[in-house]
């Protein structure tokens, strides 16, 4: 039987290098960043619903939504400014991940997360009382406003 030793290798050597797929590594750091912040939302909207459960489906859905956007939009901004305040938090957290062999950017987040999951509470019972009052107060002439939007909204 004639073998071939050098076949695989001549192939293999002769090929161009593969460029690593972009939209692999982009549509991850996006599921990455965007991922925690609905997340977060979401757990806000959660304790939201132990709570205080919601009259119908529309409500929960409306408030579900709001807060995780309230969450991804203020979450941010009060990380920054709690950081800003008080770095010595985010020293610390950073210490206790580094003191269980962790990354220290995994740090970060002990303290970033309960900040996000806060940020968007505030809108869950926001919404909720809008909601609320709108149901109560429908024939009063904001009421009256409201309906009209919703019937321009709708056609």
């Known amino acids: 039987m004639n073998t071939y030793q050098n076949c695989g290798e001549n192939f293999h050597a002769h090929q161009e290098p593969r460029m690593p797929d972009t939209t692999t590594a982009v549509s991850g750091a996006l599921v990455k960043y965007f991922g925690l912040h609905v997340s977060a939302g979401a757990l806000a909207a959660a304790l939201g619903f132990l709570v205080l459960w919601p009259r119908s489906i529309q409500e929960g859905f409306a408030r579900l939504f709001i807060t995780i956007v309230a969450s991804s939009i203020f979450g941010p901004m009060l990380v920054v400014h709690i950081h800003s305040a008080r770095p010595e938090l985010f020293e610390s957290a950073q ?12 740090g970060l987040l002990f303290v970033a997360s309960p900040l996000l999951v806060i940020a968007g509470l505030p809108a869950w019972w926001l919404i909720g009382a809008v909601l609320r009052f709108f149901e109560r107060d429908g024939d009063s002439w904001l009421g009256s406003l409201a309906q009209w939007l919703k019937r321009k909204l709708e056609s």
């Open 95 to 106: 210490a206790v991940a580094q003191m269980y062999n962790l990354d220290p950017a995994l």
